[in-house]
C-alpha cells in the first residue's frame, strides 16, 4: 500500500536557520506530493504541490520542495525561518500506483522555532 | 468568497448517541472527504464522495455514515458503533474533470470540528 513518512515528529530551528522537513513516499509509479501546513485547531492549508511539473516546486510564504524520485524524497525547506512558520506540517500524497484518488498523509512534523 | 464551512466547531457526545457532523462547500467542487485526525497519527480517510448520489469508504469507516444528497453538503454522522470518537474532524473538497485529473487538484479543507465524549 502507498504510504508517506515524515521523518521527525518535532523540529525545532532558531529564527533565520534553514528548516528542513523531511518527507519520504512508497510507491512503484510518481504520484502527486502535497505539502499542507495546520496551525492550533484550524483546517490545512496547501503550500505546495507537485504533479509531474517542474521538480524544484516553490510555495507560499517563502517554502519550496524538491522531487527526488531515486531518493524517493519530497522534503520542504525554508532558507530562513520566522516565528510565525511555527506550526504542524503534513506531507501527502495521491495517485501512484494505487491511484488513490484521496490524499494518504505522513504522521506530520511539529516545527518549533526558537528567537 | 468561496470556501467550506464546518459545523459545530465543538460538539459533545453523549454514551449511546448519534451525532451528526456537517460540511457545506461553495466551491461548485464534485469530490469532498472526511478525514479523521488523531494526535501523532496524522490524518485518516473516514468517506469520499466523487458525486451527488454516490460514495465510498475509506480507511477507517466503521461506526461512520454520510450522505451525498446536494452537491453543496456531506454530512458524517458518528453512530455509537464508533467507540472512540474523540477526534478533531476534517472536511475536504477538490474537482477534477476526470478520475485520473482529481488526483492531481489539491484538496481544500475547513476548519474542522473538535468532537468530544461526554
Known amino acids: 500500500a502507498q504510504s508517506v513518512t515524515q521523518l521527525g515528529s518535532h523540529v525545532s530551528v532558531s529564527e533565520g536557520a534553514l528548516v528542513l522537513l523531511r518527507c519520504n513516499y512508497s510507491?512503484?509509479?510518481?504520484?502527486?506530493l502535497f505539502w499542507y501546513v495546520q496551525y492550533p485547531n484550524q483546517g490545512l492549508q496547501l503550500l505546495l504541490k507537485?504533479?509531474?511539473?517542474?521538480?524544484l516546486v516553490k510555495g507560499i510564504n517563502g517554502f519550496e520542495a524538491e522531487f527526488k524520485k531515486s531518493e524517493t524524497s519530497f522534503h520542504l525547506t525554508k532558507p530562513s525561518a520566522h516565528m510565525s512558520d511555527a506550526a504542524e506540517y503534513f506531507c501527502?500524497?495521491?495517485?501512484?500506483?494505487?491511484?488513490?484518488?484521496?490524499?494518504?498523509f505522513g504522521s506530520g512534523t511539529r516545527l518549533q522555532v526558537q528567537p | 468568497d468561496g470556501g467550506i464551512t464546518q459545523s459545530p466547531k465543538y460538539l459533545f457526545r453523549k454514551e449511546g448517541q448519534n451525532v451528526t457532523l456537517s460540511c457545506e462547500q461553495n466551491?461548485?467542487?464534485?469530490?469532498m472527504y472526511w478525514y479523521r485526525q488523531d494526535p501523532g497519527q496524522g490524518l485518516r480517510l473516514i468517506y469520499y464522495?466523487?458525486?451527488?448520489?454516490?460514495?465510498q469508504k475509506g480507511d477507517i469507516a466503521e461506526g461512520y455514515s454520510v450522505s451525498r444528497e446536494k452537491k453543496e453538503s456531506f454530512p458524517l454522522t458518528v453512530t455509537s458503533a464508533q467507540k472512540n470518537p474523540t477526534a478533531f474532524y476534517l472536511c475536504?473538497?477538490?474537482?477534477?474533470?476526470?478520475?485520473?485529473?482529481?488526483?492531481?487538484?489539491?484538496?481544500?479543507f475547513g476548519d474542522g470540528t473538535r468532537l468530544s465524549i461526554l
Open positions: 510507491s512503484s509509479v510518481p504520484p502527486y
Open positions: 475536504a473538497s477538490n474537482t477534477g474533470t476526470g478520475g485520473m485529473v482529481r488526483e492531481r487538484q489539491p484538496q481544500h
Open positions: 464522495s466523487q458525486i451527488v448520489n454516490d460514495f
Open positions: 466551491l461548485n467542487h464534485d469530490a
Open positions: 501527502a500524497v495521491s495517485g501512484g500506483d494505487t491511484g488513490r484518488r484521496a490524499l494518504t
Open positions: 507537485y504533479t509531474s511539473a517542474a521538480t
